[in-house]
């Protein structure tokens, strides 16, 4: 038998599953079938609001949509944060249709003519990841007569320790070397582009809030020393985020009160170079992930070499990051359940596996559960973040997962 994750708090201890106050069965019912992401609304709120009450009032918060685009999910959040941060022309198109221009920025390498193009026309910051891009991001300004709004992403000299996925201190398609980030805004201040100031993101997926607490002190610093050696206060420094959610066996939540506190202590004392900068804080997972599962239902249960074999109608085609595949080296349970008993004892050893033709296909693997039976429904946790989005539903051909919030006040 191998360890599973935690189920997160706002699961915890029920009897059948309920997302947002409601039954699953209901909701599977409104959701049309199996298999299904339910995100509970009321949780996503809650979450923004405890990292409101836990950072600086100068801090804003923005929510990076590429952890979870659902478009009912996208509405609500761009309710509840200061900012929406974009990754690609069509995520451009889905945050402009819930949030104001001004409170959108676009990130993310390889940027084409036609998407620099839309977030100047709509006047969205863009955040350039190469001199190169600033340059056609220029052109493209002077051709279209507006003066584009231009932060510079930054590639640190640092690193998020214990971080799944590093995005700095070393060669990087992600932003400009930091020794490099001076000379590129004094020409872009020189042009006459409408500069923003600094976006340095030093990781993601991680729990170890020493290493967050770091490396935001880290980020303040450079923010501070680059803003120097430039000679013009930034308007804004977005500090990145990285905040990580517990997946797996021994896991533990990152301690957000913490992290507020010191960020706090650590803008008190500022330079006077960023004195009227604005700062905020950039998340996808931390804000969603806790806040959705998946639903599958059990069309099968099997023997095979003195093993059982639960098998469901989903798989990794909805959500990958629970089969392993997803950024792991090491497979490990996610968190999982049966919806209908998630109280019932555990009497038998087996493994969840999905639809699918690939034996990748392994959603829980040599798991205590309960007494499962045809008809069942398999429930795995943190499933809110980098699920449907991230996962390649084209694959076998199945139907894509159906996806349903249930919304604040339901
Ligand atoms: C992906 C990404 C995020 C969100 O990361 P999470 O781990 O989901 O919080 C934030 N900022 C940038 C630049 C990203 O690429």
Known sequence: MKPVGPIPAGFAGQSRLSVGGVDFAELLDRAGDTPAFLYDGGAMAAQ??????????????????????????????????????????????????????????????????????????????????????????LAIGGRLGLRPRIAVRVNPDFELRGSGMR??????????????????????????????????????????????VEAQAATLALAERLAEEVGTVPAFVNLGGGFGIPYF??????????????????LDRRGTVLADTGFAVELGRWLVGEAGVYCTRVVDVKESGGETFVVVDGGLH??????????????????????????????????????LCTPLDRLADRVALPPVEVG????LFQAGAYGATASPAAFLGHPPARELLVPLRD
């Open 249 to 266: 066996a021994g896991d533990t939540p990152v301690d957000v009160e913490a992290i507020g506190k010191t960020l706090g202590e650590a």
């Open 376 to 379: 069942d429904t398999i429930v």
């Open 48 to 137: 923004v609001a405890r990292l409101r009450a836990a950072l600086p009032e100068q801090v804003g918060v923005h929510y990076a949509i590429k952890a979870n685009p659902h478009a009912a999910v996208l509405a609500a959040m761009a309710i509840l944060v200061d900012g929406l941060d974009v990754a690609s022309g069509g995520e451009l198109a889905m945050a402009l249709a819930v949030k104001r221009a001004a409170a959108i920025s676009f990130a993310g390498p390889g940027k084409r003519d036609d998407e620099l193009e839309q977030a100047i026309a709509a006047g969205a910051t863009l955040h350039v990841e190469s001199e190169g891009e600033a340059d056609r991001a």
């Open 318 to 355: 909805h959500q990958l990051a629970a089969s392993g595949n997803f950024g792991t080296v090491v497979r490990r349970n996610y968190p999982v359940a049966v919806a209908e008993r998630m109280d019932a004892v555990p009497v038998m050893t087996a493994s969840v596996v999905g639809c």
């Open 167 to 212: 995005m700095g201190g070393r060669a990087s398609p992600f932003g400009v070397d930091a020794a490099r980030v001076p000379a590129l805004v004094r020409r872009l201040v020189a042009t006459g582009a409408d500069w923003h100031g600094f976006h340095i993101f030093a990781g993601s997926q991680t729990l170890d809030t020493a290493a967050i």
